[in-house]
């Protein structure tokens, strides 16, 4: 599989960084252990609510996927990497990883949620916005400590249900939490930004 680090990594801690993560991987989880990455396929946000007029704005081109109290962020990822035939019980864990660009001082913490219904990224807009059920992941911390590095969520219940009937895979939502201060905001990278979209790490069962 492909491992993807932070921009702000130096050489040398890098490659210290992936030696470790090998080590432990073969460790903990033995030589039969495999993975695969699942990209993500489609990356945007929406702006609201109307009347503002950027709620009829589409994002799809934009280098940032913002997270605020007026903008969420709709990720779908693709499973093609994967052995054909994969499902839930095919897997042993899958990470999602979202890299952290920018934050508010003092951070916040974010919801994330799935989607219900379909997006298309070159079109969709708030008044389009797919609809989505209530947070799997509550209230995920995304602490001013974490810009330039990665949001790390388990995710995998979410894409054991996508394995399974992949027609659901409408991909996730990523909401400001309630609990966050206000003014918080936060902008993680898309897959136009040059930088490092967000993947799903997906650990597979035997090898």
Same mark, same amino acid.
């Given at each position: 599989m492909r491992r993807q680090f932070p921009k702000s990594c130096q050489a040398v801690t890098c490659a210290l960084q992936v030696l470790?993560?090998?080590?432990m991987g073969a460790f903990i989880v033995g030589p039969s252990a495999q993975a695969a990455e699942a990209v %993500?396929?489609?990356? #945007?946000?929406?702006?609201?609510? &109307? *009347?503002a007029p950027d709620a009829v704005k589409n994002f799809g081109n934009d280098k940032?996927?913002?997270?605020?109290?007026?903008?969420?962020?709709?990720?779908?990822?693709?499973?093609?990497?994967?052995?054909?035939?994969?499902?839930?019980?095919?897997?042993?864990?899958?990470?999602?990883y979202l890299f952290l660009n920018k934050v508010s001082p003092g951070g916040g913490s974010i919801d994330i949620s799935v989607?219900?219904?379909?997006?298309?990224?070159?079109? %969709?807009?708030?008044? #389009?916005?797919p609809s989505?059920? &209530? *947070?799997?992941?509550?209230?995920?911390p995304v602490p001013a400590s974490a810009q330039g590095n990665y949001v790390i969520v388990d995710i995998t219940a979410q894409v054991g249900s996508w394995l399974d009937s992949p027609s659901g895979?409408?991909?996730i939502q990523l909401s400001?939490?309630?609990?966050?201060?206000?003014?918080?905001a936060a902008e993680f990278d898309s897959k136009e930004s040059g930088g490092i979209p967000a993947f799903i790490d997906v650990e597979l069962v035997g090898g």
């Open positions: 470790i993560i090998l080590l %993500v396929a489609a990356d #945007t946000s929406v702006k609201g609510p &109307p *009347p940032k996927l913002p997270v605020d109290s007026n903008q969420k962020a709709l990720l779908r990822f693709d499973f093609s990497s994967l052995p054909a035939g994969t499902t839930s019980t095919g897997i042993t864990k899958a990470t999602l989607l219900t219904s379909a997006f298309v990224e070159d079109t %969709v807009t708030f008044a #389009t916005a989505s059920n &209530p *947070p799997f992941a509550s209230a995920v895979n409408h991909g400001r939490n309630a609990g966050a201060p206000a003014t918080f």
